[in-house]
């Protein structure tokens, strides 16, 4: 009885906190719903701020991607002074703005030098940016320039995870580099599977641009070993042999005329793809009656481009010609007109009749289909081993995609037994066609008008890419005392490297150097019997420099025994094998034979403190000027006597 009337004491008190907590309840949410609609229009403004500067950020790289777009097209469309101007300062207000390939293409330009001053402080401050952006060519850069400490650290294991990065988001030339790291074991475990890995991926992307564009490798300048014959077989045609050759164009020698439309029609020998004067040239040539100029109109006519229109027809009518003649090229073209039915109706029994026709001339275009057409069954029987066969041929012409086959079926072990080292040789092959080969003139460009910092960061990039002309010359450049770039330390270190790089390649002057370097104590330790180690390498090469630096090393014991009979072998060795080699050969002999005739007379016993040593050492150090003073002598003897 007691409880209820607890409760019924405490209900009015209860009843009174109750209320008042509603009330307290009603309040807050008043407050709050305040506080809400307060906070709701903050956000709904930050919101709208927010909105306003991601639309303006939009436009603004909107603008910078127009001016980045313009930049392009005036350089590509001119090449005076003031167009370049103009399209780099578009260039920069594009930069500014944001856009991410604006600023790689500014940032490339200051590193290499194109059209603008070379800055590599700029540029390796732009390459970071875009390596933070994750920009795949920012990363390739920063990689290339700490493998070589050019305006960074010196870092070949920075290196490398740039290169990483950069292979993982797509970068064709650190897929490159990394497959040559991997194939030779630079700062990574050697693996030819690796390298076929990223190897394969760049050659697929380069043979797909083959399909579509057939194009010519660039010429590769060595600089320490160019020939000072210019003609026909030079890397650069020289200015004057240019002017000669047109001139014989237009008195009518047909044979230049094609020479020209090809080089015109192809961009060769530094001279820039214009196929107006290819036309002209061949044009010129085919109503003079020649072959080769009728076939090349009728794959110019059946190509199509902006200068000479696509047209089945022309191209029909001047294959017909030139196959008529017997031309390699003209019964290549009928066949590719019969295959893929341009002009005629598709028959791949015509077409195989005309490519097998051209095939045994040598034209290894038609080689090549013929592998395509055993290796697809299109027409024939599908027959894989002839179809190596035929792209074997094509490879030996110098037919790129025939490579690039070859390499598949290596790496497959279809129609041939599977070589990993044979597939990767040949990937590396259609890889070094990539348009980054270009580098390769502008280098060369660069070097010749004396902007040597600018030819080094090309040939440099390049060598990075295991081309062993670019290491051999990116070597030679930084031997001269014409660098900047690099501080004094850092230069026969790298050299060095360089050399060692292309000697591993089977480069026989390259070889030969590393060797120097050893026996000098250049950016190492002297070290003779390594020297010796690389000068018998470059020796079994046929070497006429190496076999005479052995032949000195064995004359005084250097590294290796001395032994006076094998130094008289490698020095008659070095003479058989170069015309060049005589005169130093036949001056080390006479020095050789004096102090074998004073080691045999023992003449030097009666010269109180003289000693062999001294003499020795002597004739080791003046030997050249001594036989020099001997042979002076002897003319002086011998003009006198005939006076007499």
């Excluded at 009337?5 to 109750?18: G, I, N, Q, S």
């Excluded at 490519?355 to 275009?365: D, I, L, T, V």
């Amino acid at each position: 009885m007691k409880a209820p009337l607890v409760a019924l004491v405490l209900m009015p008190f209860w009843v009174t906190v109750h209320k008042s907590e509603e009330i307290l309840q009603n309040k807050r949410g008043v407050n709050i719903s305040k506080e809400e609609t307060l906070n709701k229009s903050k956000r709904l403004t930050v919101q709208d701020s927010f909105s306003s500067e991601v639309e303006e950020e939009v436009e603004r790289k909107d603008k910078g991607r127009q001016f980045y777009q313009r930049s392009l097209k005036i350089l590509k469309h001119s090449k005076n002074k003031e167009d370049t101007e103009k399209a780099h300062h578009l260039l920069v207000k594009a930069a500014k703005m944001g856009d991410q390939k604006a600023m790689e293409q500014l940032a490339s330009d200051m590193l290499f030098g194109n059209n603008v001053p070379q800055n590599v402080e700029a540029a390796v401050s732009l390459y970071e940016i875009l390596a933070d952006e994750g920009s795949h060519k920012g990363q390739t850069a920063l990689g290339f320039l700490s493998s070589y400490g050019i305006g960074v650290e010196y870092s070949q294991s920075k290196a490398l995870v740039y290169y990483t990065f950069a292979s993982n988001g797509g970068n064709l030339i650190s897929q490159m580099i990394l497959g040559y790291r991997y194939w030779l074991g630079i700062n990574v475990p050697r693996s030819c599977e690796a390298a076929l890995i990223y190897y394969k991926k760049v050659a697929d992307y380069i043979a797909s641009k083959l399909e579509e564009n057939e194009d010519k490798p660039v010429e590769k300048v060595k600089l320490m070993e160019r020939s000072e014959n210019l003609g026909f077989d030079t890397e650069i045609l020289d200015w004057d042999v240019h002017q000669y050759y047109k001139f014989l164009a237009e008195r009518g020698d047909t044979q230049i005329q094609v020479y020209l439309g090809q080089l015109h029609l192809f961009g060769r020998k530094g001279l820039e793809r214009d196929h107006a004067k290819a036309f002209y040239y061949f044009l010129k040539a085919a109503n003079a009656g020649n072959a080769h100029g009728m076939a090349f109109l009728g794959k110019m006519y059946l190509e199509g481009s902006a200068t000479v229109p696509q047209s089945n027809i022309a191209a029909l009518k001047y294959f017909r010609m030139a196959a008529e003649k017997g031309n390699s090229i003209g019964l290549w073209g009928l066949g590719l007109i019969y295959l893929r039915g341009k002009g005629l109706p598709r028959n791949h029994s015509e077409a195989f009749k005309y490519f097998h026709k051209a095939a045994e001339k040598g034209y290894a275009q038609a080689q090549f289909q013929l592998g395509l057409m055993y290796h697809n069954g299109s027409g024939v029987k599908r027959d894989y081993k002839l179809a190596f066969q035929y792209f074997y041929l094509a490879s030996q012409n110098g037919q790129p995609l025939a490579v690039y086959h070859l390499a598949e079926m290596y790496a497959t072990g279809m129609g041939a037994f599977r070589s990993c080292q044979n597939a990767v040789k040949l990937y590396r092959t259609v890889c070094e066609l990539g348009r980054w080969s270009d580098k390769f003139l502008t280098a060369h460009f660069a070097y010749q008008t004396g902007n040597v910092d600018s030819s080094l960061v090309q040939y440099a990039l390049l060598a990075e890419m295991g081309y062993e002309v670019a290491q051999c010359n990116s070597a030679h450049i930084m031997e001269s005392e014409n660098v900047k770039l690099l501080h004094q330390e850092q230069i026969y270190p790298l050299a060095l490297l360089l050399w060692k790089r292309a000697a591993n390649q089977g480069n026989i002057f390259a070889r030969v150097k590393t060797g120097d370097y050893h026996f000098y104590g250049f950016g190492i330790k002297r070290d003779y019997l390594t020297a010796a180690v690389h000068y018998n390498l470059a020796a079994n090469q046929q070497s006429a420099q190496a076999m005479f630096n052995l032949a000195y090393m064995y004359e005084y014991g250097l590294g290796i025994p001395k032994d006076i009979h094998l130094a008289r072998r490698w020095y008659d060795l070095a003479a058989e094998t170069s015309q060049d080699a005589f005169i130093p050969v036949f001056l080390a002999y006479i020095r050789l034979e004096v102090m074998h005739l004073f080691t045999d007379l023992q003449l030097l016993k009666q010269m109180g403190n003289w000693k062999l040593p001294d003499l020795d050492h002597m004739l080791r150090l003046h030997w050249d000027l001594i036989v020099m003073i001997v042979i002076v002598l002897l003319l002086i003897l011998l003009i006198s006597s005939r006076q007499n």
